[in-house]
């Protein structure tokens, strides 16, 4: 799969999803084993306490790490996945969720995900353990 | 704390929730240190393969961690988090997340939430670890 | 498979193990999907703040884990695992690692596995997952 | 804290530390929240199914993310940790543990572990939650 490639699937795939559709994620770079995309905090993304859901943030990650480990073009899912939650983020706070292939064996993948501000600051740290559970994403591809 | 005020808690801090508000999310118990609430996954909780995106699936057993932790009365937020999925949950189905303490020590909490549909399949199973922060949640319970 | 073959299966693990031989660990209880096993924490388990390591804890939460999920008959591996620490173990600390079945979804297993002093003070909480790879760990039970 | 004192530091905590001494483990490279170490699996590592133990596994990656965490001079533990399982690693296999610091915010750090083998072959992928939990590691530092 070409990095070209990478970039269509997730774009396909977004066109799929329908969580967190009205949060407008902008996918901001897909290629073979990676992908960084990010959002602004809204009022629709806030715990009882004012921050950032966990949810959210989790969600978010996870959204890279599916792009991350759809991009070799075979269907892909998360198994498992651990966060820790590092600093609140506010509304307002501008998100990237940057994914990394950090390990691949057969059809299990490690991935990382690093959840930060733009400004830098630290906001979560996820891991994804994937699993490659069917054929190509996109029938043109085969 | 009673469990009275464990429930009211829940509520309160439902009232200032915003993420996944549109979903419905139903509280049905929270007593000290347990919490189950309920939701039917709809159009709006989908990954790009149409069954109930993980995010979804977390933010719902992050919300039931959230009413068990802190339904002691103190203000405690996740510090870290870790979901295994197990089956797929599709539009329609009706599923429970049920969050338990098994263990404290000091400020430090270790709860498990179970994800099932209301028909007894495994869905999801989450490990959560609680850090109290804060003084009483409610000014009336001080 | 009966709670029988259940305890048989693990003993007949234990043979074979070499991890931790030393440490005199005792199974206590073994039955489906359920494991209780303790040691003593000794000289040989230390980290370089002088208490339990945290790889000493895990092995120990990991082997519980490993009776309850192979207690099935089938042979059966981790796939993954997370472990939060809450209390510092001690030499002379005698602790009870106590692993059950939480869920389960077709090859898949996840177990719980709590880690705490005879005495109730809460060490570690562990969940793993499990996958079940192989046929019958016995022959004769076949 | 220069790169030479956390090499300073670890081989100062590995003389502290019992836990896997007997496995001779080598410190190849330390410095700020980075450290590699390795070991050949032997035949006191293993589990049931004559692979190694998933508890070994668990306690080099904790050591490599013990040294890492460490490096900065202040007194740090583990929080909590996971790990993924992606190939069975067998008797005389060389493995190499590589941690690196991923995030780090106020007292908390988050790290994460690869685990392979010398030919570059996945073994396990560990992330840790550290937090830092008192004064200079060595007094001769402050």
Redesign the interface.
């Known amino acids: 799969m070409s990095d070209a490639n990478a970039r269509m699937i997730a774009d396909?795939?977004?066109?799929?999803?329908?969580?967190?559709?009205e949060w407008a994620i902008d996918i901001e770079e897909v290629r073979e084993g990676y992908a960084r995309i990010a959002v602004t905090v809204n009022?629709?993304?806030?715990?009882?306490?004012?921050t950032a859901?966990?949810?959210?943030l989790?969600?978010?990650a996870?959204?890279a790490f599916?792009y991350a480990c759809?991009s070799y073009g075979l269907?892909t899912?998360?198994?498992?996945?651990?966060?820790?939650?590092?600093?609140p983020a506010r509304p307002g706070d501008r998100i990237v969720a940057e994914a990394e292939a950090?390990?691949?064996?057969?059809r299990?993948g490690?991935f990382?995900v690093?959840v930060?501000t733009v400004d830098g600051?630290?906001i979560a740290?996820f891991?994804g353990?994937s699993r490659t559970v069917g054929g190509a994403i996109m029938d043109a591809e085969t």
Chains 1, 2, 3, 4 share one sequence.
Not at 43 to 48: A, F, I, P, T, V
Request: a neutral charge.
């Open positions: 396909h795939l977004k066109t799929s999803e329908t969580m967190g559709r009022d629709q993304m806030l715990n009882g306490y004012g859901h966990g949810g959210a989790f969600t978010l996870d959204q599916a759809n269907q899912v998360a198994q498992s996945a651990s966060i820790s939650f590092l600093t950090v390990m691949k064996s057969g299990s490690a990382n690093a930060r600051i630290d740290s891991q353990l």
